[in-house]
């Protein structure tokens, strides 16, 4: 019998793993001017983040590429609140109009690139900002995205 017991607790423990690293929360943001568009994301899943933008414009062809800025923030303050980090990215990218699927350029982190992961590269306990801002160079239209979250599981 305490064989079954600590079997299913460790079940159960593996199962509560799975669940955590199954999970996407999201933040986007649009700028217009004119019928130009500038939209940032921020998609937070379970071992990774995107942070990304992407422009269209419905008066110009899908063949014409424009250049977008996308600065991304990665603060993390873990539980107690000393020992945190702030991780920043910053890149200039050419895209296409007419992006199918939402935001486009930018980058994806995970939790073991940012030294923020747990054994299995699920997010660590405590809270994070994550923040990408999206520029189009010519027009200055700037869009930008914010997502807060707390991680109050442990590894």
């Known amino acids: 019998m305490g064989r079954l017991l600590a079997l299913a607790a460790i079940v159960a423990a593996l199962c509560a793993g799975v669940a955590r690293a199954d999970f996407t929360l999201a933040a986007y943001s649009d700028a217009v001017l004119g019928s130009l568009h500038v939209t940032t994301g921020v998609l937070l899943q379970g071992k990774t983040v995107d942070l990304r933008g992407v422009w269209t414009d419905a008066k110009v062809s899908c063949r014409v590429k424009r250049r977008l800025t996308i600065d991304a923030i990665v603060d993390f303050t873990p539980p107690g609140g000393s020992g ?3 991780t920043a ?4 990218f050419r895209d296409f109009n007419c992006a199918e ?3 486009n350029v930018g980058f994806t982190l995970t939790a073991r690139q940012l030294h923020l992961a747990c054994p299995n590269g699920s ?3 405590g809270d994070y900002s994550f923040s990408a ?3 189009e160079p010519t ?3 700037h869009s930008h995205a914010n997502l807060g979250w707390k991680q109050t599981q442990g590894c």
């Open 84 to 86: 945190g980090g702030h």
């Open 89 to 92: 990215r910053h890149g200039s």
């Open 101 to 103: 699927g939402g935001p």
């Open 123 to 125: 997010w660590k306990p």
């Open 133 to 135: 801002a999206a520029t």
């Open 139 to 141: 027009t200055k239209l």
